[in-house]
């Protein structure tokens, strides 16, 4: 991402100007775009789908938007900028678990946004707020400033890629395992077939996974504290 990225999310929205519809903002078409990648899918997303919606000419769009890729960085950060309460506790760990499950809501109630989540890309100020309220929060609760903003992004390296099997569909089911309905398969791959039997592995929710994975890390966390490392 290059600095004209940097502009748009920082730079402060467009200007609305002589011959631009009336209501018609970057805020409204970041928004509609939004509800279109929720119920379509993010390739469902373009200028002229978006000027459809908003009873508008594709050329108005982009005296707001430059175009769908600065879009997408826009749709992002609104996501972002929350809101997203944070759990008031008295303790770090109860503020990372209720945040990283507060993360993994909304990429599961917005799928697209993972895709985003994980590229190459410029932070905005609704991301920057968040991870800064949430420093913030553990620092009040004694946690140093720099330790908490390693545990934040720790935490969120776990997020992004536990929940990218939930919004898949791959999430350790009986149809991700249907290979082994094969018994010649079931004899190539003894562990995975062991694993994925009936009231194993398969038989277990996907947040549970989750939640599993993410008390892992906190728990890798408070060794880290109370060892003094």
Not at 1 to 21: F, H, K, N, Q, V
Not at 85 to 111: C, M, N, Q, S
Request: hydrophobic share 45%; aromatic share 6%; net charge negative.
């Amino acid at each position: 991402m290059g600095t004209g990225d940097y502009e748009l999310l920082w730079g402060g929205s467009a200007r609305a100007g002589r011959g631009r519809p009336a209501g018609l903002s970057r805020e409204r078409i970041v928004a509609e775009a939004v509800a279109i990648a929720d119920a379509e899918g993010l390739q469902k997303v373009s200028m002229k789908h978006l000027a459809e919606r908003l009873g508008s000419g594709v050329m108005s769009l982009y005296r707001h938007v430059p175009g769908k890729d600065e879009l997408v960085l826009l749709m992002y950060d609104s996501l972002m900028a929350g809101p997203h309460p944070l759990p008031e506790a008295d303790h770090w760990r109860e503020i990372l678990r209720g945040w990283g499950h507060g993360v993994r809501k909304l990429f599961i109630t917005h799928p697209w946004a993972l895709s985003v989540a994980t590229a190459e890309r410029t932070m905005g100020p609704g991301e920057a707020t968040l991870v800064d309220a949430v420093i913030g929060r553990l620092t009040a609760v004694g946690m140093p400033a720099g330790l908490g903003l390693v545990a934040v992004l720790t935490v969120d390296c776990f997020i992004l890629g536990a929940v990218r099997p939930e919004i898949s569909g791959t999430d350790g089911s009986t149809e991700y395992f249907q290979f082994l309905a094969d018994p010649a398969m079931r004899a190539r791959f003894p562990n995975l077939a062991h694993i994925a039997a009936p009231g194993t592995a398969s038989g277990i929710a996907m947040e549970d996974y989750f939640s599993f994975g993410l008390e892992r890390v906190l728990d890798g966390l408070e060794r880290h504290i109370e060892t003094g490392a």
